[in-house]
Protein backbone atom coordinates (compact mmCIF):
# COMPACT_ATOMS: atom_id res chain seq x y z
CA UNK A 1 0.00 0.00 0.00
CA UNK A 2 1.03 3.26 -1.33
CA UNK A 3 0.92 6.37 1.46
CA UNK A 4 1.07 9.95 0.95
CA UNK A 5 0.07 12.96 2.82
CA UNK A 6 -0.45 16.33 1.21
CA UNK A 7 -0.27 19.01 2.95
CA UNK A 8 -1.74 22.56 2.22
CA UNK A 9 -1.53 25.74 4.16
CA UNK A 10 -4.09 28.84 3.60
CA UNK A 11 -4.89 31.93 5.28
CA UNK A 12 -7.58 30.12 6.56
CA UNK A 13 -5.58 27.39 7.97
CA UNK A 14 -3.86 23.99 7.15
CA UNK A 15 -5.12 21.04 5.80
CA UNK A 16 -4.14 17.79 5.69
CA UNK A 17 -4.52 14.74 3.36
CA UNK A 18 -4.30 11.38 3.94
CA UNK A 19 -3.84 8.96 0.93
CA UNK A 20 -3.62 5.37 0.38
CA UNK A 21 -3.16 3.83 -3.54
CA UNK A 22 -4.11 7.32 -4.79
CA UNK A 23 -7.27 6.88 -2.96
CA UNK A 24 -8.44 9.80 0.15
CA UNK A 25 -8.93 8.20 3.19
CA UNK A 26 -8.69 10.72 5.55
CA UNK A 27 -8.92 14.74 5.97
CA UNK A 28 -8.08 17.21 8.28
CA UNK A 29 -8.58 20.85 8.78
CA UNK A 30 -6.62 23.07 11.69
CA UNK A 31 -8.30 26.43 11.80
CA UNK A 32 -5.84 29.08 12.64
CA UNK A 33 -5.99 30.24 16.12
CA UNK A 34 -8.04 26.90 17.44
CA UNK A 35 -7.74 27.35 21.13
CA UNK A 36 -9.34 24.21 21.79
CA UNK A 37 -7.27 21.70 19.90
CA UNK A 38 -7.26 18.01 22.21
CA UNK A 39 -4.68 17.88 24.31
CA UNK A 40 -4.11 21.38 25.08
CA UNK A 41 -4.09 22.10 29.40
CA UNK A 42 -6.24 25.18 31.10
CA UNK A 43 -6.17 26.25 33.86
CA UNK A 44 -10.00 25.79 34.42
CA UNK A 45 -12.05 27.85 36.97
CA UNK A 46 -15.17 25.04 38.59
CA UNK A 47 -18.49 27.41 38.04
CA UNK A 48 -20.96 24.40 39.11
CA UNK A 49 -20.96 20.96 40.82
CA UNK A 50 -23.95 19.11 39.41
CA UNK A 51 -24.39 16.23 41.90
CA UNK A 52 -27.26 14.72 40.30
CA UNK A 53 -24.64 14.40 36.90
CA UNK A 54 -21.86 13.85 39.19
CA UNK A 55 -19.94 16.55 37.11
CA UNK A 56 -19.14 19.57 37.30
CA UNK A 57 -19.07 22.94 34.79
CA UNK A 58 -15.75 24.21 34.24
CA UNK A 59 -15.34 28.25 32.79
CA UNK A 60 -12.07 27.65 30.33
CA UNK A 61 -12.26 30.73 28.61
CA UNK A 62 -15.47 29.02 25.95
CA UNK A 63 -18.47 30.40 25.08
CA UNK A 64 -19.94 27.27 26.97
CA UNK A 65 -18.70 25.80 29.79
CA UNK A 66 -16.90 22.63 29.83
CA UNK A 67 -17.87 19.44 31.37
CA UNK A 68 -15.81 17.56 33.56
CA UNK A 69 -17.23 14.29 35.00
CA UNK A 70 -16.34 12.32 37.95
CA UNK A 71 -14.31 9.55 35.74
CA UNK A 72 -12.33 11.68 34.56
CA UNK A 73 -10.95 13.57 37.07
CA UNK A 74 -8.42 10.75 37.35
CA UNK A 75 -6.83 8.40 40.36
CA UNK A 76 -4.78 11.23 41.38
CA UNK A 77 -6.51 14.60 41.27
CA UNK A 78 -5.93 15.32 44.76
CA UNK A 79 -2.24 15.55 44.03
CA UNK A 80 -3.07 17.82 41.23
CA UNK A 81 -4.57 20.03 43.23
CA UNK A 82 -2.12 20.14 45.81
CA UNK A 83 0.59 20.53 43.71
CA UNK A 84 -1.73 23.54 42.09
CA UNK A 85 -2.07 25.45 45.12
CA UNK A 86 1.69 24.79 46.28
CA UNK A 87 2.71 26.30 42.97
CA UNK A 88 0.42 29.12 42.73
CA UNK A 89 1.23 30.10 46.12
CA UNK A 90 4.86 30.06 45.33
CA UNK A 91 5.91 27.83 48.19
CA UNK A 92 7.87 25.52 46.72
CA UNK A 93 10.54 25.52 43.77
CA UNK A 94 11.12 22.80 41.29
CA UNK A 95 9.44 21.90 38.20
CA UNK A 96 9.32 17.63 38.43
CA UNK A 97 7.73 15.62 41.12
CA UNK A 98 10.50 14.02 43.15
CA UNK A 99 9.47 15.99 46.32
CA UNK A 100 5.66 15.52 45.75
CA UNK A 101 4.10 13.59 48.60
CA UNK A 102 1.15 11.66 46.40
CA UNK A 103 -2.17 11.82 48.23
CA UNK A 104 -4.45 8.95 48.08
CA UNK A 105 -6.05 7.65 45.00
CA UNK A 106 -9.49 8.78 45.26
CA UNK A 107 -12.74 6.12 45.23
CA UNK A 108 -13.80 4.72 41.89
CA UNK A 109 -17.56 4.82 43.10
CA UNK A 110 -16.91 8.64 44.69
CA UNK A 111 -19.14 11.87 44.17
CA UNK A 112 -18.02 15.00 42.56
CA UNK A 113 -18.75 17.31 45.52
CA UNK A 114 -16.24 15.28 47.96
CA UNK A 115 -13.31 16.11 45.83
CA UNK A 116 -14.27 19.66 43.90
CA UNK A 117 -15.72 22.55 45.40
CA UNK A 118 -16.85 25.82 43.70
CA UNK A 119 -14.54 28.67 42.03
CA UNK A 120 -11.72 25.79 42.82
CA UNK A 121 -8.68 25.80 40.31
CA UNK A 122 -7.84 23.02 38.68
CA UNK A 123 -5.54 22.49 35.79
CA UNK A 124 -8.07 20.76 32.93
CA UNK A 125 -7.11 19.10 29.45
CA UNK A 126 -9.17 19.03 26.31
CA UNK A 127 -10.65 15.62 25.60
CA UNK A 128 -13.00 16.74 23.03
CA UNK A 129 -13.07 19.96 20.95
CA UNK A 130 -16.47 21.91 20.98
CA UNK A 131 -19.40 20.12 19.05
CA UNK A 132 -22.46 21.49 17.73
CA UNK A 133 -23.97 23.12 20.61
CA UNK A 134 -21.63 21.26 23.15
CA UNK A 135 -18.80 23.12 25.13
CA UNK A 136 -15.18 21.30 25.18
CA UNK A 137 -14.98 17.60 27.37
CA UNK A 138 -12.39 17.51 29.84
CA UNK A 139 -10.13 15.43 32.01
CA UNK A 140 -7.75 16.18 34.94
CA UNK A 141 -5.98 12.97 34.57
CA UNK A 142 -3.24 14.53 32.68
CA UNK A 143 -0.78 13.46 30.27
CA UNK A 144 1.46 14.75 27.50
CA UNK A 145 2.01 12.34 24.03
CA UNK A 146 5.14 11.80 22.00
CA UNK A 147 6.23 10.36 19.50
CA UNK A 148 7.21 6.76 21.54
CA UNK A 149 5.67 7.13 24.45
CA UNK A 150 3.12 9.20 26.68
CA UNK A 151 4.04 11.11 30.00
CA UNK A 152 1.64 10.57 32.89
CA UNK A 153 2.42 12.41 36.28
CA UNK A 154 1.42 11.40 39.41
CA UNK A 155 2.03 7.84 38.90
CA UNK A 156 4.51 5.30 38.79
CA UNK A 157 2.93 2.51 36.30
CA UNK A 158 5.24 1.38 33.13
CA UNK A 159 2.42 0.21 30.69
CA UNK A 160 3.04 -1.41 27.07
CA UNK A 161 0.56 -1.13 24.03
CA UNK A 162 -1.46 -4.43 23.92
CA UNK A 163 -0.53 -4.56 19.81
CA UNK A 164 2.73 -5.48 21.00
CA UNK A 165 2.92 -8.99 21.33
CA UNK A 166 5.96 -10.25 22.00
CA UNK A 167 6.86 -10.70 25.72
CA UNK A 168 10.67 -9.93 25.22
CA UNK A 169 9.89 -6.65 23.58
CA UNK A 170 7.83 -5.71 26.08
CA UNK A 171 10.06 -6.47 28.83
CA UNK A 172 13.21 -4.50 26.61
CA UNK A 173 11.33 -1.68 26.59
CA UNK A 174 9.80 -1.68 30.20
CA UNK A 175 13.65 -1.63 31.30
CA UNK A 176 14.58 0.92 28.60
CA UNK A 177 11.85 3.77 30.35
CA UNK A 178 12.62 1.98 34.35
CA UNK A 179 15.95 3.16 34.00
CA UNK A 180 15.26 6.80 32.71
CA UNK A 181 11.96 7.88 33.59
CA UNK A 182 11.84 10.54 36.53
CA UNK A 183 10.34 9.83 39.89
CA UNK A 184 6.21 10.19 40.22
CA UNK A 185 6.02 9.82 36.54
CA UNK A 186 4.49 6.60 35.43
CA UNK A 187 4.75 5.90 30.98
CA UNK A 188 2.83 4.18 28.60
CA UNK A 189 4.83 2.88 26.03
CA UNK A 190 3.43 3.40 22.60
CA UNK A 191 3.08 0.62 19.83
CA UNK A 192 5.59 2.65 17.31
CA UNK A 193 8.31 1.93 20.15
CA UNK A 194 8.59 -1.46 19.03
CA UNK A 195 12.27 -2.25 17.78
CA UNK A 196 13.70 1.77 19.03
CA UNK A 197 17.54 2.05 21.11
CA UNK A 198 17.60 3.40 24.29
CA UNK A 199 18.93 7.09 22.32
CA UNK A 200 15.59 7.42 20.71
CA UNK A 201 13.47 6.36 23.36
CA UNK A 202 15.54 8.36 26.45
CA UNK A 203 15.48 11.28 23.47
CA UNK A 204 11.66 11.35 23.55
CA UNK A 205 11.16 10.91 27.27
CA UNK A 206 13.25 14.12 27.86
CA UNK A 207 10.91 16.15 25.43
CA UNK A 208 7.88 15.25 27.29
CA UNK A 209 9.62 15.90 30.55
CA UNK A 210 11.02 19.30 29.27
CA UNK A 211 6.76 20.10 27.78
CA UNK A 212 5.72 19.08 31.69
CA UNK A 213 8.60 21.44 33.12
CA UNK A 214 7.35 24.25 30.29
CA UNK A 215 3.76 23.97 32.00
CA UNK A 216 5.13 23.77 35.50
CA UNK A 217 6.89 27.25 34.86
CA UNK A 218 3.72 29.06 33.84
CA UNK A 219 1.23 27.82 36.37
CA UNK A 220 1.71 30.43 38.64
CA UNK A 221 1.37 33.28 36.69
CA UNK A 222 -1.30 31.86 34.31
CA UNK A 223 -5.03 33.88 34.73
CA UNK A 224 -7.69 31.60 35.25
CA UNK A 225 -9.53 29.99 32.51
CA UNK A 226 -6.80 30.66 30.43
CA UNK A 227 -4.61 28.20 28.49
CA UNK A 228 -1.62 27.12 30.94
CA UNK A 229 0.03 24.66 27.89
CA UNK A 230 -0.69 23.69 24.28
CA UNK A 231 -0.47 20.85 22.07
CA UNK A 232 1.59 21.07 18.50
CA UNK A 233 -0.52 21.94 15.65
CA UNK A 234 -2.49 19.43 13.41
CA UNK A 235 -0.22 18.72 11.01
CA UNK A 236 3.23 18.01 13.51
CA UNK A 237 0.41 16.05 15.74
CA UNK A 238 -0.38 14.06 12.69
CA UNK A 239 2.69 13.51 11.38
CA UNK A 240 3.99 12.53 14.89
CA UNK A 241 1.31 9.31 15.18
CA UNK A 242 0.84 8.58 12.13
CA UNK A 243 4.39 8.65 9.93
CA UNK A 244 6.19 5.16 9.49
CA UNK A 245 8.26 3.39 7.17
CA UNK A 246 5.28 2.64 5.14
CA UNK A 247 5.08 6.13 3.96
CA UNK A 248 6.74 7.05 0.56
CA UNK A 249 5.82 11.07 0.06
CA UNK A 250 4.85 13.64 2.21
CA UNK A 251 4.10 16.74 -0.18
CA UNK A 252 4.40 20.57 1.80
CA UNK A 253 2.92 23.72 0.19
CA UNK A 254 3.81 26.74 0.69
CA UNK A 255 7.46 26.87 1.64
CA UNK A 256 7.45 28.54 4.88
CA UNK A 257 5.25 25.19 6.22
CA UNK A 258 7.71 22.83 4.44
CA UNK A 259 10.63 24.30 6.41
CA UNK A 260 8.66 23.92 9.33
CA UNK A 261 7.83 20.01 8.59
CA UNK A 262 10.80 18.85 7.52
CA UNK A 263 12.89 20.10 10.94
CA UNK A 264 9.99 18.80 12.56
CA UNK A 265 10.60 15.19 10.67
CA UNK A 266 14.12 15.58 11.11
CA UNK A 267 13.79 16.09 15.26
CA UNK A 268 11.62 13.15 15.43
CA UNK A 269 12.86 10.46 12.09
CA UNK A 270 16.37 11.85 10.28
CA UNK A 271 15.68 8.74 7.74
CA UNK A 272 12.52 9.80 6.94
CA UNK A 273 13.52 13.93 6.13
CA UNK A 274 14.15 12.95 2.52
CA UNK A 275 10.34 11.87 2.17
CA UNK A 276 9.48 15.54 2.55
CA UNK A 277 8.76 17.05 -0.46
CA UNK A 278 8.23 20.83 -1.25
CA UNK A 279 5.68 21.31 -4.00
CA UNK A 280 6.78 23.56 -7.03
CA UNK A 281 3.75 23.48 -9.46
CA UNK A 282 2.01 26.28 -10.34
CA UNK A 283 -1.51 24.19 -10.47
CA UNK A 284 -3.11 24.19 -6.74
CA UNK A 285 -1.88 21.41 -4.68
CA UNK A 286 -4.42 19.50 -3.67
CA UNK A 287 -6.06 19.57 -7.75
CA UNK A 288 -2.47 18.38 -8.90
CA UNK A 289 -2.94 15.22 -6.78
CA UNK A 290 -6.68 14.63 -7.71
CA UNK A 291 -7.56 15.55 -3.85
CA UNK A 292 -10.10 18.08 -4.64
CA UNK A 293 -12.04 16.48 -7.36
CA UNK A 294 -12.17 13.22 -4.39
CA UNK A 295 -13.27 15.55 -1.93
CA UNK A 296 -16.34 16.85 -3.81
CA UNK A 297 -17.66 13.18 -4.73
CA UNK A 298 -16.91 11.94 -1.02
CA UNK A 299 -18.93 14.65 0.55
CA UNK A 300 -22.32 14.45 -0.73
CA UNK A 301 -25.44 13.56 0.81
CA UNK A 302 -24.96 10.53 -1.84
CA UNK A 303 -21.74 8.72 -2.06
CA UNK A 304 -22.01 6.78 -5.72
CA UNK A 305 -20.01 3.39 -5.37
CA UNK A 306 -18.31 1.45 -8.60
CA UNK A 307 -20.69 -1.17 -9.02
CA UNK A 308 -23.35 1.16 -9.29
CA UNK A 309 -24.88 1.34 -6.21
CA UNK A 310 -24.59 3.77 -4.03
CA UNK A 311 -24.84 5.24 -0.21
CA UNK A 312 -27.53 7.69 1.25
CA UNK A 313 -25.28 9.56 4.07
CA UNK A 314 -27.51 11.25 6.51
CA UNK A 315 -26.86 13.39 9.86
CA UNK A 316 -28.71 13.99 13.05
CA UNK A 317 -28.13 15.70 16.52
CA UNK A 318 -28.12 12.16 18.07
CA UNK A 319 -26.44 9.64 15.08
CA UNK A 320 -25.53 9.16 11.50
CA UNK A 321 -27.30 6.79 9.41
CA UNK A 322 -26.36 5.72 5.96
CA UNK A 323 -28.79 3.65 3.68
CA UNK A 324 -27.09 0.99 0.99
CA UNK A 325 -28.79 1.00 -2.35
CA UNK A 326 -28.26 -1.34 -4.92
CA UNK A 327 -29.05 1.22 -7.39
CA UNK A 328 -29.13 0.09 -10.71
CA UNK A 329 -26.63 -2.97 -9.98
CA UNK A 330 -28.59 -5.95 -11.86
CA UNK A 331 -28.30 -9.85 -10.65
CA UNK A 332 -27.87 -11.24 -14.21
CA UNK A 333 -24.88 -13.91 -13.37
CA UNK A 334 -25.67 -14.20 -9.81
CA UNK A 335 -28.62 -14.71 -7.51
CA UNK A 336 -30.49 -12.48 -5.36
CA UNK A 337 -28.38 -12.99 -2.37
CA UNK A 338 -25.34 -13.08 -4.11
CA UNK A 339 -25.55 -10.31 -5.47
CA UNK A 340 -26.74 -8.48 -2.30
CA UNK A 341 -23.39 -9.95 -0.59
CA UNK A 342 -21.48 -8.58 -2.90
CA UNK A 343 -22.85 -4.87 -3.16
CA UNK A 344 -22.86 -4.71 1.25
CA UNK A 345 -19.07 -5.94 0.38
CA UNK A 346 -18.77 -2.95 -2.00
CA UNK A 347 -20.22 -0.55 0.60
CA UNK A 348 -18.66 -1.99 3.59
CA UNK A 349 -15.48 -0.68 2.05
CA UNK A 350 -16.73 2.47 1.35
CA UNK A 351 -18.51 2.96 4.94
CA UNK A 352 -15.23 2.48 6.57
CA UNK A 353 -13.38 4.66 4.32
CA UNK A 354 -16.39 7.46 5.38
CA UNK A 355 -15.70 7.09 8.15
CA UNK A 356 -12.36 8.15 8.72
CA UNK A 357 -13.00 10.91 6.06
CA UNK A 358 -15.90 12.72 7.66
CA UNK A 359 -14.75 11.44 10.71
CA UNK A 360 -17.96 10.61 11.68
CA UNK A 361 -18.34 9.91 15.57
CA UNK A 362 -20.77 8.71 18.56
CA UNK A 363 -23.57 5.98 16.90
CA UNK A 364 -23.67 4.79 13.36
CA UNK A 365 -26.45 3.04 12.25
CA UNK A 366 -26.06 0.86 8.41
CA UNK A 367 -28.81 -0.47 7.15
CA UNK A 368 -27.48 -2.93 4.59
CA UNK A 369 -29.29 -4.91 1.66
CA UNK A 370 -30.60 -8.19 3.52
CA UNK A 371 -29.50 -11.08 3.18
CA UNK A 372 -31.25 -14.24 4.51
CA UNK A 373 -28.26 -16.86 5.10
CA UNK A 374 -26.64 -16.36 8.23
CA UNK A 375 -23.39 -17.58 7.05
CA UNK A 376 -23.54 -14.21 4.84
CA UNK A 377 -24.34 -11.85 7.35
CA UNK A 378 -21.33 -13.34 9.52
CA UNK A 379 -19.40 -12.85 6.30
CA UNK A 380 -19.98 -9.19 6.29
CA UNK A 381 -19.43 -8.26 9.35
CA UNK A 382 -16.19 -10.09 9.92
CA UNK A 383 -15.25 -8.27 6.80
CA UNK A 384 -16.40 -4.88 7.82
CA UNK A 385 -14.43 -5.84 11.32
CA UNK A 386 -11.14 -6.42 9.47
CA UNK A 387 -11.56 -3.22 7.41
CA UNK A 388 -11.82 -1.20 10.34
CA UNK A 389 -8.65 -2.37 12.06
CA UNK A 390 -7.39 0.29 9.44
CA UNK A 391 -9.50 3.13 11.88
CA UNK A 392 -6.88 4.81 14.35
CA UNK A 393 -10.03 5.90 16.31
CA UNK A 394 -11.41 3.73 19.07
CA UNK A 395 -14.65 2.03 17.60
CA UNK A 396 -17.08 -1.16 18.34
CA UNK A 397 -19.14 -3.17 15.98
CA UNK A 398 -22.38 -5.19 16.96
CA UNK A 399 -23.23 -7.81 14.42
CA UNK A 400 -26.35 -7.19 12.47
CA UNK A 401 -30.00 -6.96 14.36
CA UNK A 402 -33.01 -8.85 13.79
CA UNK A 403 -33.59 -6.01 11.30
CA UNK A 404 -30.21 -6.46 9.68
CA UNK A 405 -28.80 -3.02 11.02
CA UNK A 406 -25.11 -2.95 11.83
CA UNK A 407 -24.81 -0.70 14.78
CA UNK A 408 -20.79 1.06 15.58
CA UNK A 409 -20.16 3.34 18.08
CA UNK A 410 -16.74 5.36 17.11
CA UNK A 411 -14.95 7.37 19.38
CA UNK A 412 -15.70 11.16 18.47
CA UNK A 413 -12.79 14.35 20.06
CA UNK A 414 -13.61 16.67 17.33
CA UNK A 415 -16.30 17.88 15.34
CA UNK A 416 -17.10 15.94 11.94
CA UNK A 417 -16.00 17.05 9.11
CA UNK A 418 -18.03 18.73 6.58
CA UNK A 419 -17.46 19.50 3.42
CA UNK A 420 -19.87 21.79 0.80
CA UNK A 421 -20.23 19.66 -2.27
CA UNK A 422 -22.81 21.77 -3.74
CA UNK A 423 -22.19 25.35 -5.50
CA UNK A 424 -24.65 28.55 -5.94
CA UNK A 425 -26.90 28.51 -8.66
CA UNK A 426 -25.82 31.69 -10.20
CA UNK A 427 -29.40 31.97 -11.51
CA UNK A 428 -30.97 32.27 -7.94
CA UNK A 429 -28.20 33.37 -5.97
CA UNK A 430 -28.95 30.52 -3.83
CA UNK A 431 -32.41 31.57 -3.28
CA UNK A 432 -34.49 28.88 -4.87
CA UNK A 433 -36.28 32.03 -7.04
CA UNK A 434 -35.46 34.63 -10.00
CA UNK A 435 -36.65 37.56 -11.31
CA UNK A 436 -39.74 37.63 -12.77
CA UNK A 437 -39.04 37.07 -16.84
CA UNK A 438 -41.41 40.19 -17.30
CA UNK A 439 -39.10 42.98 -15.74
CA UNK A 440 -35.70 41.27 -17.89
CA UNK A 441 -36.25 43.38 -20.90
CA UNK A 442 -36.42 46.22 -18.34
CA UNK A 443 -33.05 45.57 -17.04
CA UNK A 444 -31.77 44.98 -20.16
CA UNK A 445 -32.44 48.38 -21.32
CA UNK A 446 -32.10 50.27 -18.36
CA UNK A 447 -27.98 49.02 -18.64
CA UNK A 448 -27.75 49.67 -22.29
CA UNK A 449 -29.32 52.95 -21.91
CA UNK A 450 -26.37 53.47 -18.84
CA UNK A 451 -23.53 51.67 -21.18
CA UNK A 452 -24.45 54.05 -24.41
CA UNK A 453 -25.23 57.61 -22.90
CA UNK A 454 -23.20 57.66 -20.09
CA UNK A 455 -19.99 55.50 -20.83
CA UNK A 456 -21.01 56.52 -24.15
CA UNK A 457 -19.62 52.42 -25.45
CA UNK A 458 -19.72 51.84 -29.69
CA UNK A 459 -19.96 48.54 -31.29
CA UNK A 460 -21.91 47.30 -28.10
CA UNK A 461 -22.58 43.24 -28.36
CA UNK A 462 -25.58 42.11 -26.71
CA UNK A 463 -25.29 38.39 -24.95
CA UNK A 464 -27.96 36.50 -23.93
CA UNK A 465 -30.42 33.02 -24.06
CA UNK A 466 -31.27 31.59 -27.73
CA UNK A 467 -35.28 32.60 -26.22
CA UNK A 468 -34.63 36.16 -25.56
CA UNK A 469 -32.50 36.44 -28.52
CA UNK A 470 -35.11 35.49 -30.52
CA UNK A 471 -37.87 37.80 -28.78
CA UNK A 472 -35.78 40.91 -29.42
CA UNK A 473 -34.15 40.15 -33.12
CA UNK A 474 -37.69 38.66 -34.61
CA UNK A 475 -40.26 40.60 -36.70
CA UNK A 476 -40.53 43.79 -38.18
CA UNK A 477 -40.64 46.38 -35.47
CA UNK A 478 -38.47 44.37 -33.10
CA UNK A 479 -36.76 45.74 -30.00
CA UNK A 480 -33.53 45.81 -32.12
CA UNK A 481 -34.61 47.70 -34.76
CA UNK A 482 -36.27 50.10 -32.08
CA UNK A 483 -33.14 50.20 -30.09
CA UNK A 484 -31.38 51.43 -33.51
CA UNK A 485 -33.85 54.61 -33.94
CA UNK A 486 -33.40 55.82 -29.93
CA UNK A 487 -29.99 55.12 -29.59
CA UNK A 488 -28.42 55.55 -33.71
CA UNK A 489 -26.16 52.64 -33.28
CA UNK A 490 -27.12 48.94 -33.86
CA UNK A 491 -26.72 46.76 -31.18
CA UNK A 492 -25.66 43.39 -32.11
CA UNK A 493 -27.56 40.34 -30.07
CA UNK A 494 -26.15 36.75 -30.42
CA UNK A 495 -27.70 33.50 -28.71
CA UNK A 496 -25.34 31.64 -26.14
CA UNK A 497 -27.15 28.13 -25.40
CA UNK A 498 -25.34 27.95 -22.35
CA UNK A 499 -26.47 30.67 -20.81
CA UNK A 500 -29.59 30.56 -18.13
CA UNK A 501 -33.19 32.05 -18.83
CA UNK A 502 -32.42 35.59 -17.53
CA UNK A 503 -28.61 35.69 -18.11
CA UNK A 504 -27.61 38.21 -19.96
CA UNK A 505 -24.14 39.94 -20.62
CA UNK A 506 -22.72 43.15 -22.51
CA UNK A 507 -19.42 42.57 -24.60
CA UNK A 508 -17.53 46.08 -25.92
CA UNK A 509 -15.88 46.63 -29.52
CA UNK A 510 -12.59 45.31 -28.14
CA UNK A 511 -14.45 41.75 -27.25
CA UNK A 512 -14.02 42.52 -23.25
CA UNK A 513 -17.19 42.13 -20.82
CA UNK A 514 -18.48 46.00 -20.00
CA UNK A 515 -18.73 45.83 -16.23
CA UNK A 516 -21.98 46.89 -14.71
Aim: with cysteine.
Amino acid sequence: MVKELIINSTPAGVTIALIEDKQLVELHKEQINNNYAVGDIYLGRIKKIMPGLNAAFVDVGYEKDAFLHYFDLGPQVQSLIKLTKIKRNGSVTGTLLDNLKLETDINKAGKISDVLSKNMLLPVQIAKEPISTKGPRLSSDLSIAGRYVVLVPFSNTISVSKKIKSNTERNRLKKIIESIKPNNFGVIIRTVSEGRGVAEMQKDLLDLIAKWENFIKKLPDTEPSKRVWGEMDRSSTLIRDILNPDFTNVFVSPPELFDDIRSYVHDISPEMEKIVKLYKQKEPIFEHFGVEKQIKNAFGKTVNLPGGAYLVVEHTEALHVIDVNSGNRTASKENQEENALQVNKEAAKEIARQLRLRDMGGIVVIDFIDMHKATNRKMLFDYLRELMLLDRAKHTILPPSKFGLVQITRQRVRPEMNIVTVEKCPACDGTGTIKASIVLMDDIENNLNYILREQNEKGVTLRVHPYIEAYITKGILNLQRRWFFKYGQWIKVKSEPSYYLNEFHFISSKDEEIKL
